[in-house]
């Protein structure tokens, strides 16, 4: 099994840019999260999926945030226009529903290092 | 509203030494119990979860924690550690919402 697949490991871009992360979930699982890490904020949940139906977007910070699933094997977060507040690393995680999603583990891919200059 | 509270943002410790990495919880409903590590520049990996049963859990890598109701805590533990065990620790819950709340992590270093 690949794991959960983000891509570009590594963006920089400038402010007022549109960015576009990209996440692969491992095959099967049904459950989709987004996060963000940062060294002030720590891991925060952003959004997340369950058969390709967002479920809980509360944690998105703005408008300027947004998240889709056109199927289960592809999900973008893009930011418009991007902020130098924005900088962090965003993780996407999976995971295979079993009685519960809080009874899960998540799957975690490597993360996109964004820098928004 | 859950919270998670990782008492040591540092943990520095020697080789073969023990080392124990604490967390507490609150949440006003039924919680699951987790540990992640982290290693430098990768994502999040599960180190052992409590979801029900015995409150003593084990994981990977020797590592274990217990899970105690009263006192509100999910503290790790390994009885020794090696030096590939630096890295950033994150305790988390999950409701069965989905919500999913992670502490701020604790770094443990271990020195030779």
């Known amino acids: 099994d690949a794991g959960v697949i983000q891509s570009p490991r590594h963006e920089v871009t400038e402010m007022g840019q549109e960015v576009t992360l990209r996440c692969k979930p491992i095959?099967?699982?049904?459950?989709l999260f987004w996060y963000r890490q940062t060294m002030m904020r720590g891991l925060e949940l952003l959004i997340y999926?369950?058969?390709?139906?967002?479920?809980?977007d509360s944690g998105m910070p703005e408008d300027r945030f947004s998240a889709k699933m056109p199927n289960a094997s592809f999900s973008t977060l893009k930011i418009q226009p991007s902020e130098p507040r924005d900088s962090a690393v965003y993780f996407c995680a999976s995971s295979r529903s079993s009685g519960g999603v809080g009874l899960v583990t998540q799957y975690f891919g490597p993360g996109t290092r964004l820098t928004v200059l | 509203a859950q919270s998670v509270t990782q008492l040591d943002s540092q943990v520095p410790v020697f080789e073969e030494a023990p080392v124990e990495l604490r967390c507490n919880y609150s949440s006003s409903v039924s919680v699951y119990l987790f540990w992640y590590v982290q290693y430098p520049n990768q994502g999040l990996q599960l180190l052992l979860k409590y979801l029900s049963g015995s409150t003593l859990v084990k994981g990977i890598n020797g590592f274990e924690a217990e899970f105690n109701k009263s006192q509100t805590s999910f503290h790790l533990r390994k009885p020794s550690v090696h030096i590939s065990d630096t890295a950033e620790y994150f305790c988390?819950?999950?409701?069965?919402?989905?919500?999913?709340?992670f502490g701020d992590g604790t770094t443990l270093t271990v020195k030779p």
């Open positions: 999926f369950n058969n390709n139906v967002p479920i809980d």
């Open positions: 095959s099967g699982h049904d459950y």
């Open positions: 988390a819950v999950n409701t069965n919402a989905g919500k999913s709340t």
